[in-house]
């Protein structure tokens, strides 16, 4: 149960979000282009960020940019 303490976690690295357009989910409304994220944790194929929800939420890297 890691997970819970993730928003504590200090922060890895910053992204930032190039685009929003899922085909598959609705990620318009917590992610914004061009805003920049801090990473909380990371695996092979998610970023773990708090989102505009001020939450925690997972990402496909695709919706990103290294900074």
């Known amino acids: 149960m890691i997970h ?3 928003e504590n976690n ?3 690295k910053k992204i930032e979000c190039v685009h929003a ?3 598959k989910f609705v990620v318009d409304t917590t992610l914004t ?4 994220y801090e990473v909380k944790n990371e695996t ?3 970023y773990f ?3 505009n929800t001020n939450r925690i939420g997972g990402f496909y890297k695709e919706y990103f940019k290294e900074l």
């Open 33 to 36: 282009p061009g805003k920049t």
């Open 21 to 23: 357009d899922a085909k």
């Open 49 to 51: 960020i708090i989102d």
């Open 4 to 6: 819970k303490n993730w």
């Open 10 to 12: 200090k922060t890895i």
């Open 44 to 46: 092979d194929e998610f």
